[in-house]
């Protein structure tokens, strides 16, 4: 039987909003296993991005459980979930968020680094390089954020989030600001190397068409979870 | 070890290509530095010049001396047995063209013998080095020899080779005076320096100073046989021998460098002050800097964070970064001190007459380096703190470019008050041990944490003025204070930046002009030209007749004046009142303490004299004719404890006559001629009095004047009062630049803070000008909202300015005791105030000119 990755017990995220208090989650319970993908879809403002958040130890439940990889990470503190992140978590951004200063490699290599995986400094260098190689960016290694496309840029968050092996990736709109081809093209190039590694994936997408991509879709509306039945992807 | 260096590498490879972000940093840094490491330098390099070269400076290993006359030949025998004796006798007298075109000068006369000098160079083109003046100097044809400062020569109207005559002696100019090896020690002197032989000096000894005070001093330079070793141990040996005598002072090298070493470390105290004033001020564009470049880091923080990165690895990430850069600009800034000290300390040399080759001070360096570190550390701690603390799940939301500040709680937050507390101490603990003064520093640290905390509450006061009040109906100065109370706005850092650089400038600018207005800018201006005593009273009638007659005269003035000691206070001899060393030194030389002659001039009458008002007991009445009566001033009888009603023994021509204190006068020199004794009329009418002149020659005039004088009246003295007040303005003035310079740093450095402030915000100035464009506004309605708001926070800052420095000021005068007035010219407040509005315009406008010019659309496709 897959091990479960991410489990979550009547979770509940209320946040002040000037005077009023907003309850953005609401007794989100489900269950991801490792090596499946799962995409949460549902309008704006449906608390997707807060799920994200509450799963990557970003931000904390305010009742309830969650356990990611294992970890109960609704009691962990700052410096816990920062140790968490780095070993059981990889995640992609929107915004692709990679360091301006540091070129694709030292981007890559900087997740190897901060995770402290134990290895010398020509290792990481050479685990980054065949990181990016993996996404197809083998002869980019040395060019700046600056001088990569936006598909570029992203496969270089993918092979950072990858690259250290996490049970678990968070992808947040991670096609947001691409165009629709480049956006399959990184779309697909995660789930082969998620499910080649047997890494849980959890996706949130407006794109159906994305989502359909998925293993299973949840629906996430006025902080409500539930599974969605599969829509057929017009062809 | 391993990590933290893994953690610093690729904090090091994250800097790449943020180096522009620093330029504020290195900037504020490298000139503060700068400013201490060279005034530190130049402090200890004439510190150890005037230790190093006492002997040279002293002209001796010892000097005995006295005023009021030369050795007896058994004497001179005795210091003749102590090692080699050099000669010299200082004194003022005039120095008369030969022709009758009454050219004079007023000169400082430096007579010399065969030896002199023992150690070190008399400096003339007409002399080899090395060579003595003694050939230059000798009777030759009957007429001797002199080597002159070259202004005599233009007041003479006389080349080299030209005669002059001093007390009906005959000289001629063989040499143009450069300057004395000991010219260092003999500081401040009246007149033109002419050096002469003692036989020359002495032809005709019948000569008087003209004032009491101007001494004649008669000196013996020693070079020490070696059988007696230094002057450690001769010293001590030669003031037993002496001590029958107490008008002999026997001073030693140190004694003598002491005094002058003591001056420039005092002087140089200040300065470091203010270059530690400049980088903190300087400290403020540090914490903007290091504030901004968090802000624009915030992303990146948020990915190591979302990475994996603890709270410790992100403090050690920008830590390195922070402190390489910190390096860098405390690196440049030494270079710059260094540098500075390299070219400063020859020209500085010259100026003294102190040899100061060019020299680097490691020491000096080093302190500075201190400073540099700690003031960088004390500065950027909190941004970092606040790096450090900065949530990950920012990178799902959309921020701007300010991190959010510490809240005041979180001040007390052992993590962030230790460091803090602990710098802050290092600070003060090492500008006490530099200045070696406790209580100065103490009351600087006072005064900069009450000008931080004034600047920074202000600061945040105006925002919530602003806010409170209703609506302003005209739209410009609606979206001013919109501008200036928004959160975000760099207001409170705009007020404390300029506010701080500002009250620097007004401390010193209020100093200086106390300092020159009060003791001399007055003084300059309404001093009398000359100054001649003891003239009859028929010399009075003649010599106003005669002044009046040149139609140069702009003033003419003279009292009674006699000459008379105060030999007993209260049946207390003066001189045992002498050896208190509690006393002033206006007390010292009231008491006749100050070597020479213990008379003072007195005068009686019976008008309060003007400009002087009574603090203690009644002014005499207009036809008193009781017991004598005397005036003294009050701060001197308050430090000899001398009270109305007490008895005074005065001695005049051997005989003694006991007078009461009938009151006691608060007055300034320079707000017109006051004696330090005024008797009741009667008084002194047993005894001959004669008269005090002064006059005050018509502007431009003075040597027309001179001139007249000398050649009417040739056995007169007529002291030039009004151009030794100008030597000593020019003194003051010379301080006065070196002190400006520095200070001027500091408002630099404030000007640099200010700039880095505005430009910090110029994203934001950005966004605002295109909403308003694209609501409709014109670029002239953006700029009059700019020009309102910036104008708004100058003026503050400029207020709150004014009342912090005039306190500083205030305080220093007050603290350091300093005798002078307080006054602030309101023509220079408002000027700061005119200033500070213009600087905080053009500021904003040059840093912000891109956000006036951006296009709506331009930046909107920019955001997209």
């Known amino acids: 039987m897959a091990e479960t990755v991410i489990e979550t017990d009547k979770a509940n995220l209320e946040l002040m909003s000037g005077k009023s208090m907003l309850h953005i989650l609401k007794d989100v319970t489900f269950k991801v296993n490792a090596g499946e993908v799962t995409a949460v879809v549902g309008p704006s403002g449906s608390g997707k991005t807060s799920l994200l958040m509450i799963l990557g130890g970003l931000e904390r439940a305010t009742t309830g459980k969650v356990v990611v990889a294992g970890q109960d990470i609704s009691t962990a503190n700052e410096d816990q979930l920062a140790i968490f992140r780095r070993k059981s978590l990889g995640i992609l951004f929107q915004n692709f968020h990679l360091i301006p200063s540091m070129t694709a490699l030292e981007n890559v290599a900087l997740a190897l680094e901060i995770a402290e995986v134990g290895m010398s400094f020509k290792q990481i260098r050479e685990r980054a390089a065949a990181a990016l190689a993996e996404v197809g960016l083998g002869d980019r290694v040395t060019h700046l954020p600056s001088a990569l496309s936006g598909g570029e840029q992203q496969r270089v968050g993918l092979a950072r989030a990858m690259v250290t092996g996490p049970k678990l990736m968070l992808a947040d709109e991670p096609t947001g600001n691409l165009d629709q081809d480049t956006g399959a093209m990184v779309i697909d190039l995660m789930f082969n190397l998620a499910r080649k590694r047997g890494a849980a994936v959890l996706l949130i997408t407006h794109d159906r068409s994305l989502a359909a991509k998925a293993d299973r879709t949840l629906t996430m509306n006025h902080g409500q979870l539930t599974e969605a039945a599969k829509v057929a992807i017009p062809a | ?864």
């Open chain 2, 1 to 864: 070890m391993n990590r933290l260096g893994n953690w610093m590498r690729v904090a090091m490879v994250d800097l790449r290509g943020d180096l522009r972000r620093f330029g504020i940093l290195l900037a504020c840094l490298a000139l503060g530095v700068g400013t201490i490491a060279g005034v530190s330098s130049v402090g200890a390099a004439l510190k150890t010049a005037i230790l190093h070269n006492a002997n040279t400076l002293l002209g001796g290993d010892l000097q005995i001396a006295r005023a009021d006359r030369r050795a007896t030949p058994n004497e001179l025998k005795y210091f003749q047995s102590l090692g080699q004796v050099s000669e010299t006798i200082t004194s003022n007298s005039r120095g008369d063209a030969v022709d009758d075109s009454g050219n004079t000068a007023f000169l400082d006369i430096y007579a010399v013998d065969g030896n002199y000098p023992l150690y070190g160079n008399v400096v003339s083109p007409q002399l080899k080095p090395g060579e003595k003046p003694t050939d230059l100097l000798a009777l030759k044809d009957g007429v001797y020899g002199a080597i002159v400062d070259p202004v005599m020569l233009d007041r003479l109207a006389i080349d080299i080779g030209g005669h002059f005559k001093v007390n009906g002696t005959e000289f001629e100019v063989r040499g143009l005076l450069g300057s004395l090896p000991n010219g260092a020690l003999r500081g401040f002197h009246l007149g033109l320096t002419a050096v002469m032989s003692i036989e020359g000096e002495q032809a005709n000894p019948n000569t008087r100073p003209p004032l009491p005070g101007l001494l004649t001093q008669y000196g013996y330079k020693i070079k020490l046989n070696p059988d007696l070793g230094d002057y450690t141990e001769a010293q001590p040996i030669v003031q037993a021998h002496l001590a029958s005598d107490p008008e002999w002072k026997v001073q030693s090298p140190y004694d003598a460098a002491g005094t002058l070493s003591r001056f420039y470390d005092l002087f140089v105290r200040f300065l470091l002050i203010v270059g530690l004033s400049s980088l903190l001020v300087g400290g403020v564009g540090i914490s903007n800097a290091v504030s901004a470049y968090i802000g624009e880091r915030q992303r990146s923080i948020a990915t190591l964070r979302s990475l994996g990165a603890t709270g410790a690895r992100i403090m050690v990430h920008f830590f390195t970064q922070v402190g390489v850069m910190s390096l860098v600009g405390i690196g440049l800034g030494l270079v710059i001190g260094a540098v500075l000290t390299i070219i400063a300390l020859p020209i500085l040399g010259r100026i003294l007459a102190v040899d100061l080759p060019p020299s680097i001070e490691w020491p000096s360096l080093a302190t500075a380096l201190a400073f540099g570190v700690l003031a960088a550390f004390a500065f950027s701690y909190i941004p970092l703190f606040r790096a450090q603390k900065l949530k990950p799940a920012m990178l799902f939301r959309t921020v701007g470019t300010s991190v959010q500040s510490i809240k005041t709680r979180e001040y007390l937050d052992v993590r962030v008050l230790a460091p803090l507390l602990i710098s802050g101490l290092a600070i003060f603990g090492l500008a006490w041990w530099t200045t070696s003064d406790l209580t100065l520093v103490s009351y600087y640290a006072v005064g900069v944490i009450g000008a931080f905390l004034l600047l920074s509450f202000a600061g945040r006061l105006m925002q919530w003025v602003l806010r409170a009040l209703p609506p302003m109906p005209n739209v410009t100065l609606r979206n001013a204070f919109r501008g200036i109370s928004r959160p975000g706005s760099p207001a409170p850092v705009v007020i404390m930046s300029l506010g701080l650089g500002l009250a620097m400038l007004l401390v010193i600018v209020i100093l200086s002009a106390n300092l020159r207005d009060q003791l001399l800018g007055q003084v300059t201006n309404d001093a009398p030209t000359f100054v001649a005593t003891e003239l009859f009273d028929d010399e009075i009638v003649d010599l106003d007749a005669f002044l009046k007659s040149t139609g140069f005269l702009q003033d003419f003035q003279h009292s009674p004046m006699i000459r008379a000691a105060i030999t007993k206070v209260n049946g207390v001899p003066s001189n045992e009142i002498l050896a208190r060393k509690d006393l002033s030194g206006e007390a010292v030389y009231m008491l006749g303490g100050t070597g020479g002659t213990p008379e003072i001039l007195m005068t009686w009458t019976s008008d309060l004299p003007a400009n002087s008002t009574v603090t203690a007991g009644k002014w005499w009445a207009p036809d008193y004719t009781g017991e004598p009566l005397i005036s003294m001033r009050d701060k001197d009888a308050q430090s000899i404890g001398i009270k109305v009603g007490d008895k005074i023994e005065l001695t005049l021509f051997g005989e003694q006559l006991e007078v009461t204190v009938g009151n006691l006068r608060d007055f300034q020199f320079q707000n017109g001629i006051n004696f330090l004794v005024t008797a009741s009329p009667g008084t002194f009418d047993a005894w001959p009095g004669t008269n005090l002149a002064t006059i005050k020659a018509s502007k431009g005039h003075e040597k027309d004047l001179e001139r007249g004088l000398a050649r009417k009246y040739p056995d007169i003295t007529f002291l030039p009062v009004g151009e030794a007040l100008n030597q000593a303005a020019d003194i003051l003035g010379q301080l006065s630049t070196a002190v400006n310079i520095v200070g001027g740093l500091a408002v630099v450095n404030g000007l640099l803070v200010l700039a880095g402030t505005m430009a910090a915000g110029r994203k934001q100035r950005e966004a605002d000008a295109v909403v308003n464009k694209v609501l409709g506004s014109t670029r002239t309605d953006v700029v009059k909202v700019f020009a309102v708001e910036y104008a708004l926070l100058g003026a503050f800052a400029a207020l709150l300015a004014t009342a912090v420095g005039m306190v500083g000021a205030y305080g220093i005068i007050k603290g350091a005791k300093m005798d002078v007035g307080f006054a602030v010219n309101p023509g220079l407040v408002v000027g700061v105030m005119i200033g500070a509005i213009v600087l905080t315009i053009v500021t904003g406008a040059a840093t912000t000119w891109s956000a006036l010019s951006t296009k709506p659309a331009q930046y909107l496709r920019s955001l997209g």
